[in-house]
Every structure is written in structure tokens, then in C-alpha cells.
């Protein structure tokens, strides 16, 4: 069946370092994706997001990549920060899902160690 | 300030009751969304409304319900044939039909007494 998964439920970084979040996806009729972050207790927060069409995009310290041959989406986070703590999920719309009924990742929780 | 507003933040429910989560959005988006989210898991889908006076189930939407009368307006009852309703309940609204960049609201915490 579908789904979206992630390889780790959690991921502890140095303040500073680059942290790298991954999600792999079994749809390969799957023509968005999408990366959340979800602090406690708050709803998630858009972050990025990326066509299918495209292999890379970058943000403001953020970048996701897409990896199509093997099905697989990261997030980069730049000189991460605490305030970069959170859960983050990655997310997929098949392109026959109508009405936008997009698939979440379990989630990657980030602790960003001082 | 444009957004979407998710009340109350705190809701518990006794055996037998139905209750009512709010959700309204001043966006001016057209479609409208109910998840549900479990400790340690992702987003559920319970219903979504593309446009006024229309909503489709989503992939859990037994003991729940939905009305959609006003663009704004998207409440979610949580009816008491939902044998286990306690969840983190998330409201999101989307520009685009097509239910691409979701904007989520802070969420309603629902509990069993």
C-alpha cells in the first residue's frame, strides 16, 4: 500500500551542525511533497516544498531534495538552532489523489544540543 | 492578522456526548480540513470540504461529522460513536482545491472524562 516513512524517529544535533532529515516514499505517482514542523503542543508549520519536476529547492537555511530513482526526500537544515527543535514531517500528494489528500511521514523528532 | 483559529484549545468529552470543535479562517481559502493526530504518529485525514455546501470523507471519518455552511466555517463534531476520541485535532485550510500548502491551526487537545 502507500505510505510514508521516515528511516529515523529521531535525530540529535550540535548546535551549529547540519542536520539532514530523511523520508522515503513508496508512490512514485507522487508529484509533491512537503516538510513540516511541528513544535509541542502547536499545529505543524509549513517549511518547503517540491514538484516532482524539480530535484532541489532551497529556502532560508532549509533545503529539500528529491531523489525520484529511489524514492527519496531530505530536508537540510543549516547551522541548526534550538529553536529548530521539533518534529518534522514530510508529506506526499499522488497525482490522483483528488481533492489534496496528502499522505504524512510518522515524523522525525529533532533535539538540537546546546 | 490572516489565519486560521482552532477552538477551544482544551476540550473533554463525557461518555455519550457529542462535541463540537471549531474552526474558522479568514484566508478567504476554499477548501478546508479535519486531521487527527496521535502520540507518536502523523496526520489523519477525517474530512474535507473543497468548496461551501460540500465535503468528502476522508480515511477516518466513522463517528465524526462535518458541516461546511459558510467558506470560513468548518466545524467538526465529534459524535459519540467515536469509541476513542482522544486526539490532538487539526483544522487546516488550503488556496488551492488541489490541497497543496496546507496552513494548520494551533489545534484543539480532546479528552475522555
Known amino acids: 500500500g502507500e505510505s510514508v516513512g521516515l528511516h529515523l524517529p529521531t535525530l540529535s544535533v550540535q548546535e551549529g551542525d547540519n542536520s539532514i532529515i530523511n523520508c522515503a516514499y513508496s508512490?512514485?505517482?507522487?508529484?509533491?511533497f512537503i516538510w513540516y514542523k511541528q513544535e509541542s503542543g502547536k499545529g505543524p508549520q509549513f517549511i518547503i516544498d517540491i514538484r516532482s519536476n524539480m530535484d532541489k529547492r532551497q529556502g532560508q537555511r532549509v533545503t529539500v531534495l528529491l531523489n525520484k530513482t529511489v524514492k527519496h526526500l531530505s530536508l537540510q537544515i543549516a547551522a541548526t538552532q534550538p529553536g529548530d527543535s521539533a518534529v518534522y514531517f514530510c508529506?506526499?500528494?499522488?497525482?490522483?489523489?483528488?481533492?489534496?489528500?496528502?499522505?504524512f511521514g510518522q515524523g522525525t523528532e529533532l533535539s538540537v544540543k546546546p | 492578522d490572516g489565519g486560521i483559529t482552532q477552538s477551544p484549545k482544551y476540550l473533554f468529552r463525557k461518555e455519550g456526548q457529542n462535541v463540537t470543535l471549531s474552526c474558522e479562517q479568514n484566508?478567504?481559502?476554499?477548501?478546508m480540513y479535519w486531521y487527527r493526530q496521535d502520540p507518536g504518529q502523523g496526520l489523519r485525514l477525517i474530512y474535507y470540504s473543497q468548496i461551501v455546501n460540500d465535503f468528502q470523507k476522508g480515511d477516518i471519518a466513522e463517528g465524526y461529522s462535518v458541516s461546511r455552511e459558510k467558506k470560513e466555517s468548518f466545524p467538526l463534531t465529534v459524535t459519540s460513536a467515536q469509541k476513542n476520541p482522544t486526539a490532538f485535532y487539526l483544522c487546516?485550510?488550503?488556496?488551492?482545491?488541489?490541497?497543496?500548502?496546507?496552513?494548520f491551526g494551533s489545534g484543539t487537545q480532546l479528552s475522555v472524562l
Open positions: 508529506a506526499e500528494k499522488p497525482r490522483y489523489n483528488q481533492g489534496g489528500k496528502l499522505i
Open positions: 508512490n512514485s505517482a507522487s508529484d509533491y
Open positions: 487546516a485550510s488550503s488556496i488551492s482545491r488541489a490541497g497543496e500548502k496546507l496552513f
Open positions: 484566508l478567504n481559502h476554499d477548501a
